[in-house]
């Protein structure tokens, strides 16, 4: 298992090898995740739409943030792992900038952060990386504008859009970005784009010319059967494998189905239990007319990962 690390992932770009980067929230879907074998996991402020349930990325904070990358890095141990600076937590002020990127290596476990903004946020780009902290760009759409913009739509159309986006992709090289993410533009721009560029671009949206894809665990698992917007492809029915799971389960404790024997604990010591006033339990043993030891709780199972004897 060898750590992916910013020299790896430009190494990858050198050899003309695709990263495969997705978002992750959790522990557990890091796991599965980094065994599936991609590079690099974001933990992208997306946990507003497809976690918390808000219709924009602008609620999320950097506390949610730093949380859910701590559980990402614990379930990821060779991965990549880029944390999103959320809304208001860089366009303030550059000491915040710093201070807050800071907060999602030390406490999130990240070893990068990435946040939205072009030739604009190139100043914070700068002092964040003069800082230790390597920084992602994110250019394009970027949903943290979405009032500014006025919708999710494509971006970059246009001669005076694509010129714009390109010196937005050079200003960031120029800062200290290690890799761009370009989010919704038309793919011959984006190949344009990567094609300037001497550090690797991760596409969603963004056609097959990028030198990496990204796209957000949720959707591409399928997970919301409401969503589907044309650069996203479902690799698997999430929702309808995971309701028809749900479904059985409930069909099986009302019918009593479950849990069966196999599902159920035994008694170590052969015996009956009886309850007693005052709620402790006696074990009567079988033939020898009572008096046995007194029983506590069988063994416990806590979550998933303790087995009882
Ligand atoms: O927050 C996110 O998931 C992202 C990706 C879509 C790039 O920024």
């Given at each position: 298992m060898k750590k992916v690390t910013i020299r790896t992932l430009q190494g990858m770009y050198s050899s003309g090898e695709k990263v495969v980067m997705v978002t992750a929230y959790d522990a557990t879907m890091a796991r599965i995740m980094e065994d599936a074998g991609v590079d690099a996991i974001l933990v992208g402020d997306s946990v507003g739409m497809v976690?918390?349930?808000?219709?924009?990325?602008?609620?999320?904070t950097l506390d949610h943030i730093v949380y859910h990358s701590a559980a990402v890095r614990r379930g990821a141990k060779r991965a990549h792992v880029v944390a999103d600076m959320p809304f208001m937590s860089y366009q303030a002020g550059i000491d915040d900038a710093v201070r807050n990127a800071g907060r999602l290596v030390a406490?999130?476990?990240?070893?990068a952060v990435k946040l939205e903004g072009g030739a604009d946020f190139a100043d914070v780009v700068r002092r964040v990386v003069r800082a230790g902290i390597p920084v992602m760009g994110h250019i394009g759409?970027?949903?943290?504008s979405i009032h500014k913009l006025g919708g999710y739509g494509v971006q970059g159309r246009g001669v005076e859009a694509a010129r714009a986006l390109i010196e937005d992709a050079r200003a960031l090289e120029e800062a200290g970005c290690y890799c761009i993410v370009l989010e919704c533009v038309p793919e011959e721009l984006a190949k344009e784009v990567t094609g300037i560029l001497s550090i690797p671009t991760i596409g969603i949206g963004a056609?097959?010319?990028?030198?990496g894809q990204v796209l957000v665990c949720y959707d591409l698992l399928g997970f919301n059967p409401d969503f589907a917007p044309r650069f996203l492809k479902r690799y698997a029915d999430g929702y309808g494998t995971m309701k028809a799971a749900a479904e059985q389960y409930v069909l099986e404790v009302r019918s009593n189905a479950f849990p069966a024997r196999e599902h159920s604990f035994k008694e170590k010591v052969p015996g009956r239990l009886h309850e007693v006033p005052g709620g402790r339990a006696i074990r009567v043993l079988d033939g020898k007319g009572g008096g046995g030891s007194l029983s506590k709780e069988p063994d416990q199972v806590y979550g998933s990962g303790k087995v009882a004897k």
């Open positions: 976690v918390q349930g808000h219709d924009s990325t602008i609620p999320v406490e999130g476990g990240a070893e759409l970027t949903p943290q056609g097959a010319g990028c030198s």
